[in-house]
C-alpha cells in the first residue's frame, strides 16, 4: 500500500504530476503507481495498483467536470477553452493535432491551452488535497466516500424485496446469535413487492441496518417489516435500544448510499417508548436501458455516472461490428452511438441498426466529435449531440427518445 506522507511528494500538487496521471487515463495499473497516486489518502490506502488507479480516475473525471463552465458556452469557445481540451486530449484520448483540428486551432495554441488547463486541474487538486489535510489525521475527508460511491458502477434492476430482506437477515444471522438477539421478519404473503434498486447494495443497506439495530438492542428484539403504503415500497426496521441511544449521524454512511440508489433512509423515535424505527423508502419501476456502442472506456464510465443516477441501466459494446446483435439481445429503450469507431463507422452501424426490422425502432442518439446533424437524421438518428456532452445534454436527449413509452416496448 502506497503511503502518501512517505512516498507522495509534499506540497501543491504539480502540473508534471497532473499531466502524467492524465496520460495513464485508461491504464489502471499505471495510474495506481503515479506520483498523483500517493497524493490522496483515499487512493493511497488501495493496496492493489488497478483499483488504485480506478479509484483515481474516478477523483480526475470529477476534477475536469469543475472546470466545466456553469454557464453553456460554445464549444471551443475561450470559455469553456480548459475543460474542452482536456476532455478531447485525455478523456476522448486525441493527439493534440486531432484537437486543434476539431477546435480550429493551431497545434502550438493546443499545447499552450492544455498548459494552462493542466495547471488549473494542479491548482484544484491542491485546494482538494488541503482541505483534505485540515480534517485531522484518522478522520476520512467529508468527499472521500461520495467518490466511492460515484466510482462505483451500480445497475438497477427490478429486485424482488422480499428476497433481498431474507437475504439481508440471513447475512446478520450470525452477529445476531452472538448477541442473543432475536430478529422478527416474515414474508408477505403477498405478490412480490418489487422495487428498482442495485440488489448487491440493496442487500448491503438492509445489512447494515440490520446490524446497527441488533449491536443497540442487546437481547430485545428487531422487526423487519416491508410496506407497500400509499404505493411506495419501503423496509422498516424497529428496535428498543438498550445502550447508548442511536444517533443519526450512525446512519449517515448508509443514508449515502441509499440517496446514490434513489432512495432515502430516515431515523423516528417514539418519545413514550424508545422505540426506534429506521424507514427505507424505494423507488418501484422498471429501469430504463441504453446501449452505448462506444470504444472509449473512459466515454463509457463517464455515461455511466451520468445516467445511473437518473434511472439508466447501461449496456455497453466497445466493437461496433456486435452492435447490432447486441441490440437485437438487449432491445433497449435507446442506443447511444458513436461515430468514430475501429473496424466499423459509426454511420454504417447506423444504417444497419435502421435498416434492420428487429432493431428498427430503437431511437438512436449520436455522440460523437464528428459535428454531422444532417447526416446522422437522414441515416435514422433522433438526435446527435457534440462530444464532450454535459449530464444534462445527455439525459434529456435520451428522455426525449422516449416519447410516453413504456420499458421494453
Not at 472521500?144 to 439481508?168: C, I, T, Y
Not at 426490422?357 to 449520436?366: D, K, L, S
Amino acid at each position: 500500500m502506497i503511503k502518501p506522507s512517505r512516498t507522495g511528494p509534499s506540497g501543491p500538487v504539480s502540473r508534471d504530476e497532473v499531466r502524467e496521471a492524465l496520460a495513464s487515463l485508461y491504464d489502471n495499473a499505471a495510474l495506481g503507481m503515479s506520483s498523483l497516486a500517493s497524493r490522496f489518502s483515499e487512493v493511497a490506502q488501495v493496496a492493489e495498483p488497478e483499483q488504485r488507479g480506478m479509484r483515481l480516475r474516478s477523483l480526475l473525471l470529477n476534477a475536469v467536470e469543475v472546470l466545466r463552465p456553469l454557464r453553456r458556452y460554445p464549444f471551443g469557445s475561450l470559455e469553456s477553452r480548459a475543460y474542452d481540451v482536456l476532455s478531447l486530449r485525455y478523456i476522448e484520448d486525441m493527439t493534440a493535432r486531432q484537437v486543434g483540428s476539431e477546435l480550429s486551432l493551431s497545434e502550438r495554441q493546443v499545447h499552450r491551452d492544455l498548459w494552462m488547463a493542466e495547471s488549473r486541474l494542479a491548482s484544484l487538486l491542491s485546494t482538494r488535497l488541503a482541505s483534505a489535510k485540515t480534517e485531522g489525521e484518522g478522520h476520512r475527508p467529508a468527499d472521500v466516500f461520495q467518490d466511492e460511491l460515484e466510482a462505483f458502477r451500480s445497475q438497477p434492476v427490478v429486485v424482488d424485496l422480499n428476497r433481498a430482506a431474507a437475504s439481508a437477515v440471513e447475512l446478520v444471522r450470525p452477529l445476531a446469535n452472538r448477541t442473543g438477539t432475536p430478529i422478527v421478519w416474515a414474508a408477505q404473503p403477498e405478490e412480490p413487492v418489487t422495487v428498482l434498486a442495485d440488489e448487491a447494495v440493496l442487500r448491503q443497506i438492509l445489512a447494515q441496518v440490520l446490524s446497527l439495530a441488533v449491536q443497540a438492542s442487546g437481547a430485545e428484539p428487531v422487526r423487519l417489516v416491508v410496506a407497500t403504503g400509499d404505493g411506495f415500497p419501503s423496509v422498516v426496521v424497529s428496535f428498543v435500544p438498550s445502550t447508548a441511544p442511536v444517533a443519526a449521524d450512525q446512519l449517515s454512511d448508509v443514508s449515502l448510499i441509499a440517496r446514490a440508489q434513489g432512495a432515502a433512509v430516515a431515523l423516528e423515535r417514539d418519545p413514550h417508548t424508545g422505540e426506534i424505527r429506521v424507514s427505507l423508502a424505494l423507488r418501484s419501476g422498471t429501469p430504463r436501458t441504453v446501449l452505448v456502442v462506444e470504444d472509449n472506456p473512459g466515454a463509457v464510465e463517464l455515461y455511466r455516472r451520468y445516467l445511473v443516477p437518473a434511472r439508466w441501466q447501461v449496456h455497453a459494446v466497445p466493437d461496433p461490428r456486435l452492435a447490432l446483435d447486441m441490440a437485437a439481445r438487449v432491445r433497449p429503450d435507446v442506443i447511444l452511438l458513436d461515430i468514430m469507431l475501429p473496424h466499423l463507422d459509426g454511420w454504417s452501424v447506423l444504417r444497419a441498426l435502421s435498416s434492420d426490422p428487429v432493431t428498427a425502432a430503437i431511437p438512436v442518439v449520436v455522440c460523437s466529435i464528428v459535428q454531422d446533424p444532417p447526416l446522422s437524421q437522414a441515416l435514422g438518428a433522433r438526435a446527435h449531440l457534440v462530444k464532450p456532452v454535459s449530464r444534462g445534454a445527455l439525459v434529456a436527449a435520451l428522455t426525449d427518445c422516449l416519447d410516453g413509452r413504456e420499458p421494453g416496448e
